[in-house]
């Protein structure tokens, strides 16, 4: 199974400014996802990383407010820019783990990192 | 790819047996079932996987009806600690993984 941190774990920020968030991965994965999850909410996908090609946006995120990078295969990271307090929400990486023997292909996540803005 | 329903809410007593279904009208023939549990403050942990009939492992069973048109995740006498909220998914491999609300569990003592 895949362990998976991110920093950092919390901040808050002001509005305005931008906060890049890390998620690093033990091993190597092609599929690498961002999600968001407000307070009491269900998790959104941002967007979808795999290495070597541009990240893919899900409807109603854009790569000017969330740009993310994918260097290599086992680091991402994603900026929320410009900040204002509606982004203040949990932002979770995952990864799909391709060497799992279940067919369907199992998600880890990260512990998250914690928005607050002011 | 299929969209899930599942009941918003459940609540159980200590040591009950916990049934949630959920209804997967539209699966394919190539998705696959997964449930996720998330504890506040965390990720979401992968808990459970089928394609059909019954699978079975040391957190859940996991019943599939012939027509995969719904799945329930049995939790065998649940403690305190099993208070969360369970996902189900249905996806492909490699598909993304798209979350609904889900089933905010509360074990009563």
């Known amino acids: 199974s895949a362990v998976i941190s991110q920093k950092p774990s919390r901040d808050i920020c002001q509005r305005g400014t931008s906060l890049t968030i890390q998620c690093q991965v033990d091993?190597?994965?092609?599929?690498m996802f961002w999600y968001r999850q407000q307070p009491g909410q269900s998790l959104t996908l941002i967007a979808t990383?795999?290495?070597?090609?541009?990240?893919?946006?899900e409807s109603g995120f854009v790569i000017d407010k969330f740009p993310i990078s994918r260097p290599n295969l086992t680091f991402s990271t994603l900026t929320v820019s410009n900040m204002s307090p509606e982004d203040s929400s949990i932002y979770l990486c995952?990864?799909?783990?391709?060497?799992?023997?279940?067919?369907?292909?199992?998600?880890?996540f990260g512990p998250g990192t914690r928005l607050t803005v002011l | 790819l299929a969209k899930t329903t599942q009941p918003i809410s459940m609540d159980s007593y200590e040591g009950q047996e916990v049934n949630i279904t959920c209804s997967h009208n539209?699966?394919?023939?190539?998705?696959?079932i997964t449930w996720y549990q998330q504890f506040p403050s965390q990720g979401p942990r992968f808990i459970i996987q089928?394609?059909?009939t019954k699978v079975t492992n040391e957190v859940a069973s996991l019943f599939i009806p012939a027509d995969r048109k719904s799945s329930t995740l049995s939790l065998p006498r649940v403690s305190l600690s099993d208070t969360a909220v369970y996902y189900c998914?249905?996806?492909?491999?490699?598909?993304?993984?798209?979350f609904g609300p889900g089933t905010s569990l509360s074990v009563i003592p």
């Open positions: 995952s990864v799909e783990d391709q060497g799992a023997v279940r067919a369907g292909n199992e998600q880890f």
């Open positions: 091993s190597q994965v092609t599929m």
């Open positions: 990383a795999n290495q070597g090609s541009e990240a893919t946006y």
């Open positions: 539209n699966i394919a023939t190539n998705d696959y």
């Open positions: 089928g394609y059909k």
């Open positions: 998914l249905v996806k492909t491999s490699y598909d993304k993984v798209i």
